[in-house]
């Protein structure tokens, strides 16, 4: 392979065989991260065939975790991660601690030593961050009490995997300093959370309201995808942090300014694009080949995945008395390993800890629990209910898959375009008691309704992401107020969010309007239908006309009309 074209190539190989794989698992009703981890192995150096770079896989999805994490950082403000602290920690090393002395006997029993049992034990304990975010999110739960609780029990075991990262070969390299080597980290973890936290939360925004402005939808894309890999790879090479921690701290500094909704949508397509290809990577690490001599051994390892981890997040969350679904949930949502687990694998056999077994061991019981994980994951509701009914006194009704709303809550309408229709939209619907979110592009006018504080979202009404955080999904109608957005763009997207929305549109023309009927729109408003009704009626009044009369004419132009 010409090395000009490796990139190309592996980047179109990997793509193209997840998209085949991927398209055929979902046909027989599997999950497509099982096509994707397939695709992996198809493409991978122990299939014949074609060969992608290993190399190059792992930096594209080196990219995809910090495309996700920054997205995920978007919507996890820092409120959110303190409200789960205490459950998240002691939780996290509880688990980490359950896995680490199951792992600790069971490889005793396969010659390892002690040592190389407790950092094997550490590596299968931590959860994949590409995973745990996908199976939270096509439930619905990425943002419920139940997303923010794993997701905090994540944040904390990614601090102590960096952390083990450092002083491993501290600690075992000779002459090493052990508590200078922590020392260090730590002052370099709280200077990145703070320059990120406290510089970045003031610095960020106004970079990011400069290059609204220019109002280049372009020029707004590239700032994001900038600031997430900058911000990452500044964590990882000034402050010997993981990308994956840097550009979810970056997301939560931009989840709190008013740029959130846009700049997760802006960054939605190439984020899904390289997760795809995390799971392509660690697929083409598999050589199926092992699995005649090291089985016994990827067996045990399943065993501390999906019983020993489990148990133990079931076990915290009930001591912190969480409701019984959450903690099926979590403990659920936990049960698999991912993208860590490989770099402290690794990093043990350079340190002559163990051996290629173990690699071979982790690696198919990484791919099994990630295929099944969504499957766990779904049925834990059914267990939730089925042990509620056993229990029936001692039901406790938490979330887990979804916020509900409020029953008795004002109707929400969604109303794109704050321009004098718009504005005069928005002061009815309030007058009216009925709640109203305005989607709005321009960054000035987003904050002069901040100041008064209105509800609004800055962002592009073509992006679902951006209409959902609106709260589209649970609205009752979607008002398009300017002749100037794009209606027939717009409803597709709207029905595919809430295909039970009404949607009412304002176009200047009368053809456009019969073609937004036939998408779907409910009601249509033409400059040209409304103006010619509206003169044809004062015409008729100012001639001394009946009304019976000036009504039916009326009736049978607007008829004409549509």
Known sequence: MPHETVLILTLAGGLSAALVLGILTQKLRLSPLVGYLLAGILVGPHSPGFVADAGTAAQFAEIGVILLMFGVGLHFHLSD????????????????????????????????SLLAGAIFGMAISVASTVVLTRVLADNHALHTRTGHVALGWLVVEDIFTILLLVLL??????????????????????????FTLVVGQKLIPLFLGYVARTGTRDLFTLAVIALALGIAVAAAYFFDASMALGAFLAGMVVGQSEFSARAAAEALPLRDAFAVLFFVSVGMLFNPASLLTDWPLMLATLFVILVAKPLGAFIMTRLFRKPLRLCLAVSASLSQIGEFSFILAGMGISLGLFDERVNNAIIPAAMISITINPMIYRRMEDLARWLERRRPEKAERGEVCQIVPEEGTAPRVVVVGYGPVGRSCCRILRDSGLSVM????????????????RPVIHGDALQAEVLREAGLEK?????????????????????????????????????EARVLRDLGVTAVFSGEREVALAMAEFLLRSQGAPEVYIQSELERVREKLD
Do not use: C, Y
Request: proline residues 5%; glycine residues 8%; aromatic residues 6%.
């Open 438 to 453: 305005v989607v709005e592009m321009n960054i000035d006018t987003v904050h002069a309704l901040r100041e008064k504080d």
């Open 81 to 112: 991660l303190l409200a789960v602290g205490a459950i998240a920690v002691s939780g996290a090393a509880i688990q980490i601690a359950a896995a680490t002395l199951t792992s600790m006997v069971i490889l005793h029993f396969f010659g390892f």
């Open 169 to 194: 070969p501290a600690v075992l390299t000779p002459g090493g300093e052990f508590w200078s080597a922590l020392g260090l980290t730590l002052l370099k973890l709280g200077a990145l959370t703070l």
């Open 475 to 511: 609205a009752e109608a979607l008002l398009l107020t300017s002749t100037s957005i794009p209606a027939r763009d717009v409803t597709p997207i709207a029905r595919a969010v809430n295909p039970d929305v009404r949607i009412l549109a304002h176009t200047a023309f009368v053809g």
